[in-house]
C-alpha cells in the first residue's frame, strides 16, 4: 500500500520461528544409519509432494540402502491413496502422518536434510516449517522463488526449479553426497532464522 502512495497503518510481519524451541542444541541428534531426507507440512500437490516423492524414488535407486524419506504431517485425504500408491514400492518412504505438532522438532532434530519442493506461483514469504528446520542448523533444499533467489549465492540453501523432478534429484544427491556443506549451509541457515 505505501509503494503506492496510499495511506495506511499497516506493515509487513515477516513469518518467523521460535529459535528458542528449534534451538538445534534442545535436542540430541539420534543417531541412525540411514541418510534421512525430511518433509513437513500438509503432503498435497500444491506443496510438491508427488515431485518429492518420484525424485527419491530416483534417488534411492542410484543409492540403495543409504537412505529414507520421511514425510511428517497430515496427507490431504483426496490424494492419500495416490501418494501411498506412488510410494508403495519404495519401503524407504516412511509416512508419519499422525504425528501431533509438538512431536515434529524431533522429526527434524533426526533429519540429515530438509526439502521443501513446496509449488509457489507468486512471491511470497519463507514457510515457518522451513524455518524451524533451518533454526535447528539444517540443510534446504527450497523451490525456486524470488524470496530465496541468492540463498545459494549466499550458501543457505540449495534451490531447486519448481515443478522439476531433476532439479530436485540433482539437490539431493549434491548435499548427499558433500558432508562439508551440509556443515556450511545448515551454519548459515541458523544464522539466518
Not at 5 to 27: H, L, M, T
Not at 43 to 60: D, M, Q, V
Not at 61 to 88: I, W, Y
Request: aromatic share 10%.
Amino acid at each position: 500500500l505505501k509503494g503506492t502512495g496510499v495511506k495506511s497503518d499497516c506493515f509487513y510481519i515477516p513469518i518467523g520461528v521460535n529459535v528458542d524451541e528449534f534451538n538445534p542444541g534442545n535436542f540430541s541428534k539420534i543417531e541412525n544409519d540411514k541418510f534421512i531426507f525430511l518433509n513437513t507440512g500438509l503432503l498435497c500437490y500444491r506443496k510438491g509432494t508427488h515431485y518429492l516423492i518420484n525424485a527419491y524414488k530416483e534417488f534411492s535407486r542410484k543409492h540403495p540402502s543409504q537412505s529414507e524419506l520421511h514425510l511428517v504431517g497430515p496427507v490431504d485425504p483426496e490424494t492419500m491413496p495416490e501418494f501411498k500408491e506412488m510410494a508403495e514400492d519404495e519401503p524407504s518412504i516412511k509416512f508419519f502422518d499422525s504425528i501431533t505438532p509438538e512431536k515434529v522438532p524431533t522429526h527434524v532434530a533426526e533429519c540429515d536434510v530438509y526439502v521443501s519442493p513446496v509449488l509457489l506461483g507468486e512471491r511470497g514469504p519463507v514457510q515457518p516449517n522451513v524455518l524451524e528446520a533451518m533454526a535447528m542448523a539444517k540443510p534446504i533444499i527450497i523451490s525456486e522463488f524470488s524470496d530465496v533467489s541468492d540463498w545459494p549465492d549466499k550458501k543457505i540453501a540449495l534451490t531447486c526449479k519448481m515443478a522439476d523432478q531433476n532439479s530436485l534429484l540433482a539437490a539431493m544427491e549434491k548435499l548427499y553426497l558433500d558432508q562439508e556443506l551440509r556443515m556450511n549451509m545448515g551454519m548459515n541457515a541458523y544464522q539466518y532464522a
